[in-house]
Antibody, heavy 119, light 108 residues
Framework: QVQLVQSGAEVKKPGASVKVSCKAS????????MHWVRQAPGQGLEWMGW????????NYAQKFQGWVTMTRDTSISTAYMELSRLRSDDTAVYYC????????????WGQGTLVTVSS | DIQMTQSPSSLSASVGDRVTITCRAS??????LNWYQQKPGKAPKLLIY???SLQSGVPSRFSGSGSGTDFTLTISSLQPEDFATYYC??????????FGPGTKVDIK
């Protein structure tokens, strides 16, 4: 069955970077886009961008351009999201989710990774 | 960017009630509208895609309608497991697949 399994919770200091992984199984990793969505405590969902695991091409939300990097390792069916220059308001749960094409529904989601930014 | 709004922001309802949630886009998004359900501490779950298509495995009491800028999610008979927060999302603009702010459905 399709599974997206994310890495564990992280605690980072302001100004540091964090890299969250999302390991896919149960389907052809390169056949689906991978999106990243975050949710601050008690807040709504915020789309960050996507990566095409087949080509490595990316599309980031304007807010995150220059600040987020999405990569993948097709040999281990894993997508990564790295956020740099962390601030306290980057404290959130970060989700990966797949879609068959870029502008499509997210039918499977990872379990979420809590990133806490605190001095 | 396309802005998404939802109304109401929250509602209280009883088991068996018919519930309707509205989502509006700041410009036409055709039928590129998805609905998700999220329970506390869990990842969102896809309910409806392309405005009115029911995701596999989702109960038929959930339905969606609309096109252009105005969309509706309807729960025909609210069940105990439906108490959650519901989000719409546009998948039309590659500049950003924005979500609505959410509608929390709780028990009256």
């Amino acid at each position: 069955q399709v599974q997206l399994v994310q890495s564990g919770a992280e605690v980072k200091k302001p100004g540091a970077s964090v890299k969250v992984s999302c390991k896919a199984s149960g389907y052809t990793f390169t056949g689906y886009y991978m999106h990243w969505v975050r949710q601050a405590p008690g807040q709504g969902l915020e789309w960050m961008g996507w990566i095409n695991p087949n080509s490595g091409g990316t599309n980031y939300a304007q807010k995150f351009q220059g600040w987020v990097t999405m990569t993948r390792d097709t040999s281990i069916s894993t997508a990564y999201m790295e956020l740099s220059r962390l601030r306290s308001d980057d404290t959130a749960v970060y989700y990966c989710a797949r879609s068959v094409v870029a502008g499509s529904r997210y039918d499977y989601w990872g379990q979420g990774t809590l990133v806490t930014v605190s001095s | 960017d396309i802005q998404m709004t939802q109304s109401p922001s929250s509602l209280s309802a009883s088991v068996g009630d018919r519930v309707t949630i509205t989502c509006r886009a700041s410009q036409s998004i055709s039928s590129y509208l998805n609905w998700y359900q999220q329970k506390p501490g869990k990842a969102p779950k896809l309910l409806i895609y392309a405005a009115s298509s029911l995701q596999s495995g989702v109960p038929s009491r959930f339905s969606g309608s609309g096109s252009g800028t105005d969309f509706t999610l309807t729960i025909s008979s609210l069940q105990p497991e439906d108490f959650a927060t519901y989000y719409c999302q546009q998948s039309y603009s590659t500049l950003g697949f924005t979500f609505g702010p959410g509608t929390k459905v709780d028990i009256k």
